[in-house]
């Protein structure tokens, strides 16, 4: 939301700007309905939050006076087109300006009848609803129509590299560890690439057959930049049979957050990276902030000494030494 309302700014800094933009006469801009119900456009909370309160309801009245104009409504009165539009705003106020747009530019198009200058404000209210529940129903499906398409897309990237992969090793030892590596998603935006692993054994040659060379296929495949993750199934299961057993331990959540989280384990431009908070975690077993049981505990130590081959407090002794040796540096 903040990335949005600071574009909003930035590109109008003034509510004048704003509404001589988008004023009555630049509905028919909001003629295509896909891109008005999924462009990210400002909603009407975000006028207010960019300019001041009950900036959107001026700029509502602004919509709705015209609308009175051109339909020659006759019966509507300047006290009650103030209130529709703080009604509106009351009901509406998380929805896109721009998707009010387009809503009055239909009801001037006759999409929802002709009345003949006789238009009170409820049937204007009774209609808007109608039409954004409709455009929500739209929203969702074009929403799942992309995500459908987006993971065909995506799957067929993965096995286009998988297949290079496999071609590109000889051994068929490798070639097996190939095969149990699984896609889990690609986050495009943040170029995280997620795959799924059923142990330790199959991450450690995978991750091993990603820096002897084969770095450059993924590239090729993905583009610079891309982060590999893995979510290792042993280490998942182990965690959650640990939840199971441990229903009578106080604030559990915690205790969750820390034992099914995604493994720590990542690789970007063909190098490991280093993860800061996990010496968070390794205070956090020591102090035993979640306040679970010895038998919790002590499971959470070996998951710890598993996946980071230390004790929590040899992991914490080594970082402090790490940082008082570049402190003298």
């Known amino acids: 939301m903040n990335k949005r309302l600071n574009n909003l700014t930035k590109t109008f800094p003034s509510f004048n700007e704003f509404c001589e933009k988008f004023n009555p006469d630049t509905q028919e801009h909001f003629a295509d309905e896909r891109k008005t119900i999924l462009n990210d456009y400002s909603t009407l909370e975000m006028i207010d939050l960019a300019y001041g309160q009950n900036k959107a309801v001026e700029w509502l009245v602004a919509q709705l006076a015209d609308l009175n104009a051109y339909c020659g409504i006759i019966n509507m009165r300047d006290d009650q087109t103030q209130r529709l539009a703080k009604v509106i705003y009351a009901e509406h106020k998380n929805t896109k300006f721009s998707e009010f747009m387009a809503f009055f530019l239909r009801f001037k198009g006759g999409v929802f009848g002709h009345f003949y200058g006789n238009v009170e404000p409820m049937v204007i209210a009774s209609h808007l609803h109608d039409y954004l529940i409709e455009n929500e129903l739209k929203r969702r499906k074009w929403l799942n129509e992309h995500y459908e398409e987006m993971k065909a897309r995506q799957n067929r990237q993965w096995e286009g590299f998988k297949n290079e992969m496999y071609q590109a090793v000889s051994e068929k030892e490798d070639k097996q560890y190939l095969c149990e590596v699984l896609f889990r998603e690609y986050d495009e935006e943040h170029k995280v690439l997620t795959l799924k692993v059923p142990d330790q054994e199959t991450y450690d040659a995978f991750d091993n057959l990603l820096a002897k060379g084969l770095h450059g296929v993924l590239v090729k495949h993905y583009g610079n930049g891309v982060r590999v993750q893995y979510r290792i199934e042993s280490m998942i299961k182990r965690r959650t049979s640990i939840i199971t057993d441990d229903r009578k331990d106080r604030n559990v959540q915690p205790l969750r957050n820390f034992l099914t989280g995604r493994p720590l384990l990542s690789r970007k431009d063909g190098v ?41 407090e040899q992991y914490i002794a080594m970082r402090k030494n790490n940082s008082e040796n570049s402190e003298i540096l």
């Open 272 to 312: 490991r990276l280093k993860v800061d908070y996990i010496v968070n975690t390794a205070e956090a077993i020591v102090n035993n902030t979640y306040k679970v049981s010895e038998e919790s505990l002590n499971a959470m130590r070996s998951i710890f000494l598993q996946q980071y081959q230390c004790n929590p």
